[in-house]
C-alpha cells in the first residue's frame, strides 16, 4: 500500500469511528465517512459502501422522516383514527417521483429506507410506517436521532416481511395478498374485502416461480423453491375481491386511508396496483404512486371508473389499518 494509501486509509478510518461515535447525529457526514472508507479500498468495497449507504436512508430521506412526523404532531393527526392521519400524512408525499424497484438493490437482502423515491408498495409501506410510528410515539421522539432511525427501521421491517423478520430475500412479502394476509395476522390491519361484498378468487399464484428470470435474487441456490412453497400456501388459502363492477357499490364502506390493492388479470399474479383511500365528495379516489404521470398523485376519477379504465385490472382488495394495539376485530 502506497503511503498516500494508508493515510487515506487511517483518515476515514478515524472519520467513521468518530462519526459512529456521534450516533449519526449528522447523518451526511456518516454517509460521507462511509463512502470515504470505501475509496481507499477495491471496487467492489466501493460499491458496497455505497449501496450500504443508499439503503439505510441519505440524510435527505431522513429529514423526511424527522419534517413529516414533526408536522404530523404539530397537527395533532395522532388524535384521528389512523386510516385517516395515514390519508393526510399521504397527501403530502403528492409530487414525489415515481420509481420502480428501489428495493432491489445489490448484495444481499436488506433494509432499504428510501422516501426521496416511491412506486406503488413503498409508498403504501412508508405511509403506515409513518402512521404508527405518530400514534405510538410523542414529538419527543424527535430529541434522539438514533432511537427514532431505530423505530422507523423496525416499523418498516415489521410491514415489509413476512412474520416482521427479514430473513432474506424470499421473506419479503413480495405478493400483496400475503402482505395483507400477514399485516393482518401481526393486528395491523382488517382484509374488509370480503364484507364489503367481496367474492373468492380462487386462481393459482405462481408469477414468481414461473418467471425466476425477472428476478435477480432467484438465482440464488433454493430461492426459486422457497418461492413456490410460499406460492402454494398463497394459493391454497381463501381470498376475496371485490370486482370492478362492484366497486361502486361497495365505496360507501370505504373509508379514508383504507388500503386498495387492484387486482391482476395477469396469470399467476393476485395484484397489479396499490394506494390509499381518500373520500372526496361522496366519492373515493386513490392516492397512489403510478407509473403512469411519474410521481405520487390523486387519481383524477372516482376508483371505480379508475380500475375499469386500466386494462390488466379487474377488481380490489381492501385492508383497514387498525390502531396499535388493536384486536383485528375491534374495528
Known amino acids: 500500500m502506497s503511503t498516500n494509501a494508508a493515510a487515506c486509509r487511517r483518515g476515514a478510518i478515524r472519520h467513521v469511528i468518530h462519526a459512529y461515535y456521534r450516533r449519526l447525529a449528522r447523518p451526511a457526514a456518516a454517509i460521507a465517512a462511509l ?7 477495491s471496487g467492489s468495497s466501493v460499491e458496497e459502501a455505497r449501496l450500504l449507504a443508499l439503503s439505510d436512508g441519505t440524510a435527505e430521506d431522513w429529514g423526511i422522516v424527522r419534517s413529516t412526523l414533526g408536522r404530523a404532531w404539530d397537527e395533532d393527526l395522532h ?11 399521504g ?12 428495493l432491489e438493490v445489490e448484495g444481499p437482502e436488506r433494509l432499504v429506507i428510501n422516501l426521496r423515491e416511491l412506486d406503488c408498495v413503498t409508498f403504501v409501506e412508508n405511509v403506515l410506517a409513518l402512521g404508527r410510528f405518530v400514534h405510538l410515539h410523542d414529538s419527543t421522539m ?43 395476522a401481526r393486528g395491523l390491519m382488517r382484509d374488509i374485502s370480503r364484507e364489503l361484498g367481496g367474492m373468492a378468487d380462487d386462481t393459482p399464484i405462481d408469477f414468481m416461480s414461473t418467471h425466476p428470470d425477472a428476478y435477480r435474487q432467484l438465482s440464488e441456490p433454493g430461492a426459486v423453491d422457497e418461492i413456490a412453497r410460499t406460492e402454494a400456501r ?17 365505496a360507501p364502506g370505504i373509508a379514508d386511508g ?15 396496483h396499490t394506494g390509499l383511500a381518500l373520500v372526496r365528495d361522496g366519492g373515493v379516489f386513490l392516492l397512489h404512486a403510478p407509473l403512469v404521470g411519474s410521481a405520487v398523485q390523486i387519481s383524477e ?30 374495528r
Open 234 to 250: 398463497l394459493s391454497a388459502r381463501p381470498r376475496y375481491f371485490i370486482g370492478e363492477g362492484d366497486i361502486e357499490n361497495a
Open 91 to 102: 397527501e403530502t408525499f403528492v409530487g414525489t417521483a415515481y420509481v420502480p424497484q428501489t
Open 301 to 330: 376519477v372516482p376508483l371505480s371508473a379508475r380500475v375499469q379504465r386500466i386494462g390488466g385490472q379487474d377488481g380490489i382488495m381492501v385492508a383497514r389499518p387498525l390502531e396499535p394495539g388493536a384486536a383485528a376485530g375491534d
Open 258 to 272: 383504507d388500503i386498495i390493492a387492484a387486482t391482476s388479470t395477469v396469470a399467476g399474479l393476485d395484484i397489479a
Open 35 to 41: 463512502l470515504a472508507l470505501a475509496s481507499c479500498y
Open 142 to 184: 424527535l430529541d434522539d436521532e438514533e432511537r427514532l432511525r431505530a423505530e422507523y427501521r423496525r416499523l418498516l421491517t415489521e410491514i415489509r416481511y413476512r412474520g416482521g423478520e427479514l430473513e432474506g430475500y424470499p421473506s419479503r412479502l413480495h405478493y400483496f395478498s400475503e402482505w395483507i394476509a400477514d399485516n393482518e
Open 79 to 89: 388524535r384521528l383514527p389512523l386510516g385517516e392521519t395515514m390519508a393526510r400524512i
